[in-house]
T-cell receptor, first 109, second 115 residues
Framework: AQRVTQPEKLLSVFKGAPVELKCNYSYSGSPELFWYVQYSRQRLQLLLRHISRESIKGFTADLNKGETSFHLKKPFAQEEDSAMYYCALTSRNTGKLIFGQGTTLQVKP | EAQVTQNPRYLITVTGKKLTVTCSQNMNHEYMSWYRQDPGLGLRQIYYSMNVEVTDKGDVPEGYKVSRKEKRNFPLILESPSPNQTSLYFC??????????????FGNGTRLTVT
């Protein structure tokens, strides 16, 4: 079955500390992975996608097909990174999109 | 302003009373979809539409209906709401016909309570 798992409900770090939000997936085909973010009082929005291989707001994520993971990383957390983060999965030729349970990132001053 | 608009923002209703949550986008997007957000379960896809007159089930379609008669609108219909449909609902759209080809634009959400 297709599934996205974010094992941490809450991740709390201090400003300047490294951050890693975990995402594991289960999918039999060729997945496309994304990270979406919801800042306080804002709409859910795309942060990055594995196809683009880009860094957005200092965040990166590498698709590891061997470990079926797509962890989101940032070397130095900022207070403005505090938000809810969702990992999501889809595949070619489909409109299905599967989200994980979400992880709340709290960056303390 | 380019956006996805959902109405109403808040809705309290009783079991069995049919309701419709509207979703409209003004960006000429091909793809539209509905999600429900529940604590501990994240976002779950209810239905999606890759083009006009084309709709498909997501992971949790039971108890919901949708229609896509025109490109801009994608209403979510609960024919006989039940308390387990109490949730926060999001509509989203993207410019291309698949979920992953372009970023999803989300609405502000509709908080539904069924008593």
């Amino acid at each position: 079955a297709q599934r996205v798992t974010q094992p941490e409900k809450l991740l709390s770090v201090f400003k300047g500390a490294p951050v890693e939000l975990k995402c594991n997936y289960s999918y039999s085909g060729s997945p496309e992975l994304f990270w979406y973010v919801q800042y306080s009082r804002q709409r859910l929005q795309l942060l990055l996608r594995h196809i683009s291989r880009e860094s957005i707001k200092g965040f990166t994520a590498d698709l590891n097909k061997g470990e079926t993971s797509f962890h989101l990383k940032k070397p130095f957390a900022q207070e403005e990174d505090s938000a809810m983060y969702y990992c999501a999965l889809t595949s070619r030729n489909t409109g299905k999109l599967i989200f994980g349970q979400g992880t709340t990132l709290q960056v303390k001053p | 302003e380019a956006q996805v608009t959902q109405n109403p923002r808040y809705l309290i209703t009783v079991t069995g009373k049919k309701l419709t949550v509207t979703c409209s986008q003004n960006m000429n997007h091909e793809y539209m979809s509905w999600y429900r957000q529940d604590p501990g379960l994240g976002l779950r896809q209810i239905y999606y539409s890759m083009n006009v007159e084309v709709t498909d089930k997501g992971d949790v379609p039971e108890g919901y209906k949708v229609s896509r008669k025109e490109k801009r609108n994608f209403p979510l219909i609960l024919e006989s709401p039940s308390p387990n449909q109490t949730s926060l609902y999001f509509c989203a759209s993207s410019s291309k016909g698949r979920a992953g080809d372009s970023p999803l634009h989300f609405g502000n959400g509709t908080r539904l309570t069924v008593t």
